[in-house]
């Protein structure tokens, strides 16, 4: 299971980190990745790690401003998100699953529930 938290309203400019709380044993084994999806959009591939944080992925808009990491002793993975602006403003899920490539593809085993970010100009 996965609790994604810390999302809020923020103004552009402004930074936010994202939390994503995985429960069982086997949280180290996995990729984990973070998705979003505006109003009347599409979900979006956001970033992901590899199981053990060696690698990361990002997609372009947000390279240079978004960080991905993951804490394993915490089963916990995070998203720490800097000079947002107004079209990062979307529901962001966490997501696990065996593969990176899978994540990178916009897909994923276990999903999480959403948590809002609003950026606001």
């Known amino acids: 299971q996965l609790q994604a938290s810390g999302g809020g309203l923020v103004q552009a400019g402004g930074s936010l980190r994202l939390s994503c709380a995985a429960s069982?044993?086997?949280?180290?084994?996995?990729?984990m990745g973070w998705f979003r999806q505006a109003p009347g959009k599409e979900r979006d591939f956001v970033a992901a790690?590899?199981?053990?944080?060696?690698?990361?992925y990002y997609t372009n808009p947000v390279k240079g401003r978004f960080t991905i990491s993951r804490d394993n002793a915490k089963n916990t993975v995070y998203l720490q998100m800097n000079s947002l602006k107004p079209e990062d403003t979307a529901v962001y899920y966490c997501?696990?699953?065996?593969?990176?490539?899978?994540?990178?593809?916009?897909?994923?085993?276990?999903w999480g529930q959403g948590t809002l970010v609003t950026v606001s100009s």
């Open positions: 997501a696990a699953d065996d593969t990176i490539i899978a994540l990178r593809r916009n897909s994923a085993y276990y």
């Open positions: 790690i590899t199981y053990d944080g060696g690698s990361v």
């Open positions: 069982g044993r086997t949280f180290s084994s996995y990729a």
